[in-house]
């Protein structure tokens, strides 16, 4: 009787080691473990923001935004094994910044997480480095034809003087109503 206890706790114990051989390791979570700039980094403005993680990413979306609020990613960004690249719009003025990212994981899980830089010796002054400063730094530097190049800045800074104009619209006509 105790040797038949015995074996089938020797049995137990054997199948127990079995499943944990067998066992895929645990699915969890990849995790974020190289950033540029670097966390609570102070650099000159970045062109890019790059994350590295501990396994191939999909999914990816990184925010960059200012201390009040502005946006300053420039497109989409893309996840190549496990590094997500993001572009900086224009040269971003001094100051600190939050970089918001979240990706999906091997296991199928999101993860998201942020962190914050510091930018300084930036000749880009507050409020220059909105949108038409990128194509014309790209314009500038002869990927697409001359015409082209000034037709797209025109393009841009007609939509940002409708957006600003609607938002400006927007602002006066909210705050008014608020006041009654
Ligand atoms: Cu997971």
């Known amino acids: 009787m105790s040797r038949a206890v015995r074996r089938a706790a020797a049995g137990l114990a054997a199948a127990g080691a079995a499943l944990a051989l067998t066992a895929p390791p645990a699915s969890a979570h990849t995790s974020l473990t190289a950033t540029d700039p670097a966390a609570n980094a102070t650099i000159a403005p970045p ?30 960004a893309q996840a190549v094994d496990n590094k997500v ?37 930036s000749t880009g002054a507050a409020g220059t480095g909105g949108p038409a400063s990128a194509p014309a730094a790209k314009a500038a530097d ?19 003087v409708v957006a600003g104009g ?6 006066r006509t909210s705050g008014a109503s608020a006041q009654k």
């Open 85 to 121: 690249t993001e572009a900086v719009k224009g040269t971003l003025p001094n100051g600190v910044y939050t970089v918001g990212w979240r990706v999906v994981s091997p296991d199928g899980h999101p993860i998201s997480g942020t962190y914050k830089f510091t930018v300084t010796g």
């Open 47 to 76: 062109a890019q923001i790059v994350l590295t993680y501990a396994d191939p990413v999909q999914l990816p979306q990184v925010v960059l935004t200012d201390a009040e609020g502005g946006r300053h990613e420039a497109g989409k």
């Open 166 to 171: 609607g938002f400006a619209w927007y602002r």
């Open 142 to 160: 002869g990927g697409s034809g001359g015409s082209g190049g000034w037709l797209w800045i025109g393009l841009i800074a007609a939509v940002v």
